[in-house]
Each structure stands twice: as structure tokens, then as C-alpha cells.
């Protein structure tokens, strides 16, 4: 089974910064990651798929980068919309999720 | 407009047999895969199993497998995650997703089913 790790697990962070999430795959999966906003009570959102390609009206503040074993989610300004957990998920064998980055208002 | 319309809570005692569903519309239903994704109390999400409604291709993540019963009904474009005899440990909210392959990621999701089981 492909392990996801993602890191910090808890973020704290003011409207207007810059932020960076951490995923690290136990072996390489390529490109094949997608990244998934989520709400509480609320059904995940499709934020990034091919570890950099952005979802259709997602934000440009979003960007998505890594291959191999390591990738990065960045939110380049953040805004109050985006407080929200964020999942990293690898999809070059199966599927399987990361543990979740809560990113909290400072 | 894609939409993915899961069923209603459910409030169950241990043992009880369950069935939800997740109706698709708005596309080809038999296009596309449909995943089940597990999110416990507090917790993150899990992948549990993934079905193709074209052809009833099942694919089970091992966690899952023996544990819950995947299916499919094309002629009502509709997918099902099944228990036999839940457990205190099945209390969770189950999300229903359109895949576009068995390894690949989900592009529209359904609302969630939240599934109490009392002991």
C-alpha cells in the first residue's frame, strides 16, 4: 500500500499569507496526486488534480507542484474562504488520502 | 449539471444490515466510476472501494474488503454501499464520488450519508 503523509498537520495563518502544505508519498507515484479542500459538514472539493493542473473556477491563489515522492500545495494570498482542512490523495495505485492539514485563522 | 444525491441518514443498532445509495445525474452514468469514501467522527477520509456501473468492475481497498458490499444499478444510474452487520466502529459520514477511472480522482461528490450505529 502507497502511504501519504502530509505535514504540518494543524497550520495557523493570517488573511493575505503565503502558505505551503506538504504531501510525501512512501514510494514514487509520478505525477497522479490531486488535492481536496473540505468544509465542516461538507463534501470534499477537487482543488488540483496531476499534481498541478488546477480544477475548473478553482482560484489562482492555488498551485499545486512536486513529482516523485514530494509535493506542495500553496496558497499564495490567503483569503477568509480558504480557511478549510486540506487532503492529499494518490491515485497511481488505487487510492489513498493523506491524514489532512487543518489550516486554522491565526 | 452534475449531480451526485446520496440517501438520508441513517440511525441503526449493532447487527443491523444497511444499504445506501447514491443516484448520479446530469452525465452518462455508466461512463464514469463511482467511489465510497468513509470519513469517521473527527477523522480524515478513507477510501474504501470503487465500482464501475458500465460493467459492475469492483475494486475494494484491502481495509474494506469482507467488510462492505459495493454495488451498482445502471437501468436507475445508481450505486450502493452495503452492510450486513454493522458495528459501533461503522458510525460515520460515507461520501459518495464520480471518478473518472478506478485509479484516479473524484471530480464531483455527492452531499454524505451519515450512518449512526448504537451497541
Known amino acids: 500500500d502507497i502511504q501519504m503523509t502530509q505535514s504540518p498537520s494543524t497550520l495557523s495563518a493570517s488573511v493575505g499569507d503565503r502558505v505551503t502544505i506538504t504531501c510525501r508519498a512512501s514510494q514514487s507515484i509520478s505525477d497522479w496526486l490531486a488535492w481536496y479542500q473540505q468544509k465542516p459538514g461538507k463534501a470534499p472539493r477537487l482543488l488540483i488534480y496531476k499534481a498541478s493542473t488546477l480544477e475548473g473556477a478553482v482560484p489562482s491563489r492555488f498551485s499545486g507542484a512536486g513529482s516523485g515522492t514530494d509535493f506542495t500545495l500553496t496558497i499564495s494570498s490567503l483569503q477568509p474562504d480558504d480557511f478549510a482542512t486540506y487532503y492529499c490523495q494518490q491515485y497511481n495505485t488505487y487510492n489513498t488520502f493523506g491524514q489532512g492539514t487543518k489550516l486554522e485563522i491565526k | 449539471e452534475v449531480q451526485l444525491v446520496q440517501s438520508g441518514a441513517e440511525v441503526k443498532k449493532a447487527g443491523e444490515s444497511l444499504k445506501i445509495s447514491c443516484k448520479g445525474s446530469?452525465?452518462?452514468?455508466?461512463?464514469?466510476?463511482i467511489g465510497w469514501v468513509r470519513q469517521m467522527p473527527g477523522k480524515g477520509l478513507e477510501w474504501m472501494g470503487i465500482i464501475y456501473p458500465g460493467d459492475s468492475d469492483i475494486k475494494y481497498s484491502p481495509s474494506f474488503q469482507g467488510q462492505v458490499t459495493i454495488s451498482a444499478d445502471k437501468s436507475i444510474n445508481t450505486a450502493h454501499l452495503q452492510w450486513s452487520s454493522l458495528k459501533a466502529s461503522d458510525t460515520a459520514m460515507y461520501y459518495c464520488?464520480?471518478?473518472?477511472?478506478?485509479?484516479?480522482?473524484?471530480?464531483?461528490w455527492g452531499q454524505g450519508t451519515l450512518v449512526t450505529v448504537s451497541s
Open positions: 464520488g464520480r471518478w473518472g477511472d478506478s485509479s484516479g480522482y473524484a471530480d464531483f
Open positions: 446530469g452525465y452518462i452514468f455508466t461512463n464514469y466510476w
